[in-house]
């Protein structure tokens, strides 16, 4: 029952819970390390006997993580305390990926629940690397993601190719969201215009490695292949019938003439 009155205090705070807008800067952490989760409670009392953490993602689930209260202050993985003011923590250790979320704190003051400010945290794993993923639609629009690169990654750019300005980088504004299995995302959108022959999506790493996928191939090389094919072909009809005309003239002369004499 109170997850449900958590997660209706959710949606009319923040209209909706997919498609979060990250309220503060993103916390990354390596799967194995610790890290402490920070949550901001406005006017908060000094009557409120518990505190309980939970994580939103943006499916919309909420899962309660663990409570705190003056005789409890420690699970297996987590430890916190009750705050004496308004900023709770909670301390993380060995981070998994199922960690990564929008994570908050709840007060419970008597009847009253008071939610607090969201940490966003992103566990990545620096032993997997990161996996791009483009989508194009029938409407022209295309859509890159970047799934599990840390903040060592930079956003999805695209490269493009078109008659009239050729060769081109772009970066438009991306998004970054936790989906629900706990995978860090990077994702941009581009609408396509008429005329483009060849798009990439690009994203690149600090220290110079670069994942490039193409979405689609340049017709320019296969016009230029065209171009070169086409005088070859015509030098070879023109050999073939050369060659068909003098072994056509070599079997006539080489035929009897049929006059009879032996």
Not at 226 to 240: D, F, I, K, N, R
Request: proline share 3%; aromatic share 10%; hydrophobic share 40%.
């Amino acid at each position: 029952m109170i997850l449900v009155f958590i997660s209706l205090q959710i949606i009319l705070k923040y209209k909706t819970a997919e498609g979060l807008v990250n309220p503060a800067p993103i916390i990354f952490v390596e799967t194995g390390q610790n890290t402490t989760i920070h949550s901001w409670v406005k006017e908060m009392s000094f009557y409120f006997k518990r505190i309980s953490w939970y994580q939103l993602r943006t499916s919309g689930k909420v899962k309660c993580l663990d409570y705190y209260n003056e005789y409890r202050s420690k699970s297996s993985r987590y430890s916190g305390v009750v705050p004496k003011d308004s900023n709770a923590y909670l301390k993380v250790s060995r981070a998994t990926i199922a960690d990564s979320g929008h994570n908050f704190a709840v007060v419970h003051s008597k009847e009253v629940l008071k939610s607090g400010s969201f940490s966003v945290v992103a566990v990545i794993d620096p032993e997997v690397l990161p996996v791009m993923h483009v989508f194009l639609s029938l409407t022209g629009t295309a859509l890159c993601e970047l799934k599990g690169g840390g903040q060592h990654w930079s956003d999805p750019k695209w490269e493009t190719d078109d008659a009239k300005q050729g060769l081109k980088l772009l970066q438009p504004e991306a998004e970054t969201f936790i989906d629900e299995h706990g995978a860090f995302i990077r994702s941009s959108i581009l609408s396509l215009e008429e005329g483009v022959r060849g798009l990439n999506c690009v994203c690149q790493h600090s220290t110079g490695v670069i994942i490039r996928t193409q979405v689609i191939q340049a017709r320019k090389d296969q016009c230029q292949l065209l171009l070169y094919l086409s005088p070859l072909a015509a030098v070879l009809l023109l050999v073939t019938l050369t060659a068909s005309v003098l072994w056509a003239w070599r079997k006539g002369k080489q035929r009897p003439t049929g006059n009879g004499q032996e």
